[in-house]
Nanobody, 126 residues
Framework: EVQLVESGGGLVQAGGSLRLSCAASGFTFNDYNIGWFRQAPGKEREGVSF????????YYADSVKGRFTISNDNAKNTVYLQMNSLKPEDTAVYYC???????????????????WGQGTQVTVSS
């Protein structure tokens, strides 16, 4: 059974940084693509960043390029999202998700993801 457990969310001032972690179990990292989505109140869930499990390629939403960095530690079965220069509009619940298929497609189509974590709240104050 696939399990994804997020941590690292919190309250931070604009311009600050947070690092989210997603501890994964029940599958082999190299066989899946894993990444992050977020959902703000009243808005649709949107892809933030994905990493291709087979070759390590990374993909980002335009809104976070240059500020967020996704990485993985296969030995720990953990994926990280380093978020720098945070803005109030980054406030959302952040979810870790895993799926099979082109990572760029998964980033754009949330319904294609097969497993989700419970989410972690990120709040950026102005």
């Amino acid at each position: 059974e696939v399990q994804l457990v997020e941590s690292g969310g919190g309250l931070v001032q604009a311009g600050g940084s947070l690092r989210l972690s997603c501890a994964a179990s029940g599958f082999t990292f190299n066989d899946y693509n894993i990444g992050w989505f977020r959902q703000a109140p009243g808005k649709e869930r949107e892809g933030v960043s994905f990493i291709d499990g087979s070759d390590g390629s990374t993909y980002y939403a335009d809104s976070v390029k240059g500020r967020f960095t996704i990485s993985n530690d296969n030995a720990k079965n953990t994926v990280y999202l380093q978020m720098n220069s945070l803005k109030p509009e980054d406030t959302a619940v952040y979810y870790c998700a895993v799926g099979v298929g082109p990572a760029l497609l998964l980033l754009r189509v949330p319904r294609l993801l097969s497993s989700w974590g419970q989410g972690t709240q990120v709040t950026v104050s102005s």
